[in-house]
């Protein structure tokens, strides 16, 4: 069976390019690690509300624009953040909106914040809303999605930053050439935490708008992707770079609000996709295969265990065979998490538990994976999807790409005490590797299944690189610009 490679990519490449542009769209927050709070009232920032605007490119082609307002309080400041996208997926055009607020204290510390992601599609629109306030040293988060509602409290350690505010805090005490700052981000779209560096560069000169402007260069690092931002001595981001293609560029507000030019842009799912040499055939058939990855970072942990082994430095893969089952036993700490309900994944709304048990009643549990597997293969539409994928919200719409299928089997699949967990990386089809994401259930050792594919178990051309949640698939970005090639070198 040949799958189309735009029915398995979705927020895993496109929100998180999103996130990595410069740090400072809305859905990232962040809590400094040695930088110390400075009181931003003696900053040279603005006496008043003042807006700003960025335009976003891929490739030189305008896709979109960022608008923000940051307004002093009597104590603090507020900061509101507005951007509208349109993105080219397998020639298809897909809008996203991405709305934003926070509210901070005198020093840059986060008090209250609200993130919402919105996109549409045919049948209906996405919609995630993450809501966010600081009570004493505790995070309390409420997340909305389609009509799903949850919440958690988390214990912070130190005061929340927010990096559209940390450049203009960072800024109030002057910018130094080869100072370094490190800073956890705590993102509300997969609600996880991650480290970055943020290095002061050189002052050059930066052109904008018919204008010439001072601005320092800033490189932040962040989920082993650097991007380079100019900053000036307010602390504003003039231009920013990033490795994947996508560039920001201060301009006059209103500029380009009506665009709508990602026709002429790269499709996304096209120009982010891996080579693969030496084959040409159909993967679903295939039962083994040794592979030469070439150009890959190091540091993905789940490239080696269970079916994937490293022999002389070529990925051995080999799939599955019935009974599918083994011996082994998951530690207390990993069945706990590969059985949990979360803010995604939320396999105890009685709605999903219904669903597991229509579906798998009288089983056995490989055969319990099966049958989620195929169902969930046949009740989904197979559509390329930008959204923060939410189980309970795909059970409702019935369309998606790999995310959407594979949240919804993790849900299903605990629903009836599957343990489950999700692996990224790249899989086969139409002469390419594409980005992926697929579930692996637990049944005495941890076995490949594909729903979106329908295949039980998957092919051996799924190259698993990460397992985790959402929060994972940032780590995937670090191979986009490398050229990076997968040869084929045996196939049985």
């Known amino acids: 069976m040949s799958i189309r490679p735009g029915r398995f990519l979705s927020i895993a490449i496109v929100s998180m390019w999103l996130g990595l542009l410069g740090l400072h769209i809305s859905q990232n927050y962040a809590r400094s690690e040695t930088a110390t709070l ?3 009232s003696a900053s040279s920032g603005p006496d008043e509300a003042e807006l700003t605007q960025r335009g976003v490119f891929y490739r030189g082609e305008r896709i979109g624009y960022i608008r923000e307002r940051l307004t002093p309080l009597e104590s603090g400041y507020r900061v509101e953040q507005s951007g509208e996208f349109t993105l080219k997926l397998l020639g298809r055009e897909r809008q ?5 607020s926070a509210t901070t204290g005198p020093r840059g510390e986060l008090r209250t914040f609200k993130f919402q992601i919105t996109t549409s599609t045919r049948r209906s629109p996405f919609e995630t809303t993450v809501l966010g306030r600081v009570n004493g040293n505790q995070l309390e988060l409420t997340i909305r999605s389609s009509r799903s509602e949850r919440t958690e409290t988390r214990t912070l350690d130190e005061p929340i930053l927010l990096p559209l505010n940390l450049y203009y805090s960072l800024a109030s005490n002057g910018w130094t050439s080869g100072e370094t700052y490190r800073v ?3 993102d509300p779209m997969t609600l996880t935490e991650g480290e970055a560096t943020i290095e002061v560069k ?4 930066v052109r904008w708008g018919g204008r010439e402007e001072e601005a320092y260069r800033l490189q932040t690092t962040f989920a082993g992707l650097t991007t380079t931002a100019w900053v000036n001595d307010k602390g504003e981001v003039l231009q920013e770079e990033t490795p994947l293609g996508w560039t920001l560029q201060k301009e006059a507000p209103g500029s380009g609000l009506q665009a709508r030019e990602a026709g002429a842009a790269p499709d996304i799912l096209f120009a ?5 040499i030496g084959f040409a055939g159909e993967a679903s058939e295939l039962q083994a295969v040794v592979l030469k990855l070439e150009r890959f970072p190091d540091g993905f942990d789940a490239m080696v265990g269970g079916r994937q082994s490293l022999n002389e430095g070529n990925l051995h893969i080999e799939r599955e065979r019935a009974p599918y089952t083994g011996r082994d036993v998951l530690s207390e700490d990993e069945l706990r998490r590969a059985l949990r309900a979360d803010a995604f994944i939320q396999s105890d709304d009685p709605e999903i538990r219904k669903q597991a048990e229509e579906v798998t009643q009288g089983l056995a549990d490989v055969d319990k994976a099966r049958a989620l597997s195929d169902w969930v293969f046949e009740n989904l539409e197979k559509s390329p999807t930008l959204s923060v994928p939410s189980a309970r919200e795909v059970l409702d ?16 699949a605990r629903a009836v005490n599957l343990p489950t967990r999700l692996a990224t990386g790249l899989a086969y089809t139409g002469g390419q590797f594409y980005y992926h994401t697929w579930p692996e ?4 050792k941890w076995l490949a299944v594909d729903p979106t594919f329908g295949q039980f178990p998957a092919d051996p051309m799924h190259v698993r690189l990460l397992t985790g949640g959402l929060e ?4 995937i970005l670090k191979i986009i610009g490398r050229g990076a090639t997968i040869e084929v070198l045996e196939t049985r």
């Open 96 to 100: 996203m909106k991405m709305e934003g």
């Open 272 to 276: 982010s996709a891996v080579p693969a």
């Open 38 to 40: 400075i009181d931003l």
């Open 184 to 186: 956890h981000l705590f």
């Open 202 to 205: 050189d002052l050059e000169i």
């Open 397 to 412: 719409n019935r369309v998606g790409d790999c995310n959407e299928h594979a949240v919804l089997f993790a849900a299903l």
């Open 472 to 475: 994972s698939q940032y780590e």
């Open 441 to 444: 259930v637990w049944v005495g």
